[in-house]
Structures are given as C-alpha cells and as structure tokens.
C-alpha cells in the first residue's frame, strides 16, 4: 500500500516530467515547496493549488473553488440581510454604520468572484 509521502513523490516527480518549476516559495499550510504548472501554483503535498493575491501577499490558505463558493453564498446571504435592516433603519448614524458594512461586504463579494474566475479561468 502506498503512503501519503510516496504519493506526494509520485506527483512530485510526475510534475517534474512534465515540464513544471519547483519554486523557493512554501505553501502557507504546510510549508512544502511550491510548483508551478502550466502557470498555476501548486502544492503536490496538500495536492491543492495556492492562489496568491496582490503579488507575495498570500492568502491564508490553499483556496478551493468550493471554500469560494461557501464565501460567496455567506457574503450574498449578509448582504441581503443588511440590505433588509437598511430599508428599515432611521437613525442616521445607524444608516451610516450598515452602508459601511455594505460596502466592505461588496468589496469582499467582488474579490470573491474575482478569485472564483482565477480557479476556474
Ligand atoms: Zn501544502
């Protein structure tokens, strides 16, 4: 039976064949190097791909496009939920607080379907 190191040394040495780069960079969970494939960043340890926004700053995890998926749905979910409050809301101070939310929860939706289309372009 094959363990868990000598699959990830059979994607590793299968990547290397075809062509990808082994980079200095690490993965953010579990610190195995990087490898770039047709473009794209993986970790053959975790067998997930990495995505990384605004140059080196890294996300904190190996995002899945099902992680993405459950974000958008949570994010739509609040945003109709506040969207609700606001229409009730009078207090000016409270209307400002919920469109100050709103904005920072379009802003994240919008990096969201942003990531979603790398995973999946
Ligand atoms: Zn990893």
Known sequence: MASEEDDYMKRMVDALR????M???QC?????????????????KCNK???K??????????LTTYTLSQTHEILA????????QLSRAVDVEEIR????????????LEQCVK????LTG
């Not at 953010?28 to 053959?44: D, T």
């Not at 607080?97 to 994240?108: D, G, H, N, R, Y």
């Not at 990531?115 to 790398?118: C, D, N």
């Open 77 to 84: 979910a609040k945003i109709e939920e506040i969207t609700v």
């Open 49 to 51: 791909r990495v995505i």
């Open 23 to 25: 980079l200095s960079e």
């Open 97 to 108: 607080k919920m469109a100050e939310t709103l904005s920072i929860l379009l802003k994240t």
């Open 28 to 44: 953010p969970i579990c610190k195995s190097p990087l490898f770039e494939i047709n473009g794209q960043l993986w970790c053959l």
């Open 18 to 21: 075809s062509g990808a780069k």
């Open 115 to 118: 990531l979603k289309e790398e």
């Open 53 to 62: 926004v605004h140059g080196d700053e890294e996300v904190g995890e190996a």
